[in-house]
């Protein structure tokens, strides 16, 4: 059991550009959830996969986020045409329901 | 619809003195409440969870909770902290079962501070 990694740990990117991050769960997991945690709050769900089926996409926070799980394995978040509100931690879990167990996050800084 | 309520949003504490991190939820359904506790720019590390059975959890490092079904609380406390201690707490709740996501709902995280 190596726990959840994440990639990058920081990304500084422009308003603008797109970013991919990964997140690698602990194998033998079948969920996958992603949360966003922005200064002085706790975590807020974003989306989440059972195996390779993402069944939850409604929160995810506007039409330039989506997610991926090909396969069931790995998962990617990606957000499109950054902008300023974006810069926050990024999260990732994996799951046997409940408990979550999270990765070390992914810091976005959108100039 | 579920929430979870962290009263203090920080605890200044001596080194060696007892401490307490207060957590209310409201829930409809039956819950599973967790305590994770996030060291700086780090992710969140699992500190102890109520799952079923006794109500009194306990972690490897000294913490403790109580489930309280009847006021809704699940309060974490230490009897002596140190200075390693030092770092934000975030109380999550979780209503996994039935059909439901299981994400988790979290507080607003408590940052517990010890000085020597």
């Known amino acids: 059991d190596t726990g959840v990694s994440q990639d990058p740990r920081h990304k500084i990117t422009k308003r603008g550009q797109n970013v991919t991050f990964r997140c690698d769960p602990i194998s033998e997991h079948n969920r996958l959830y992603w949360y966003r945690q922005t200064l002085g709050q706790g975590p807020e769900f974003l989306t989440y996969f059972q195996n390779e089926a993402q069944l939850e996409k409604s929160r995810l926070l506007s039409d330039r986020f989506s997610a991926e799980r090909p396969k069931g394995s790995f998962s990617t978040l990606e957000i499109q045409r950054t902008e300023q509100g974006d810069s926050a931690m990024y999260l990732c879990a994996s799951s046997p329901p409940p408990t979550q167990y999270f990765g070390p996050g992914t810091r976005l800084t959108v100039l | ?116």
């Open chain 2, 1 to 116: 619809a579920q929430s979870v309520t962290q009263l203090d949003s920080q605890v200044p504490v001596f080194e060696e003195a007892p401490v307490e991190l207060r957590c209310n939820y409201s829930s409809s359904v039956s819950v599973y409440l967790f305590w994770y506790v996030q060291y700086p720019n780090q992710g969140l590390q699992l500190l102890l969870k109520y799952l079923s059975g006794s109500t009194l959890v306990e972690s490897i490092n000294g913490f403790e909770a109580e489930f309280n079904k009847s006021q809704t609380s699940f309060h974490l406390r230490k009897p002596s902290v140190h200075i390693s201690d030092t770092a934000e707490y975030f109380c999550a709740v979780s209503d996994w079962g039935g059909g439901s996501q299981g994400n988790l709902i979290f507080g607003k995280g408590t940052k517990l501070s010890v000085k020597p």
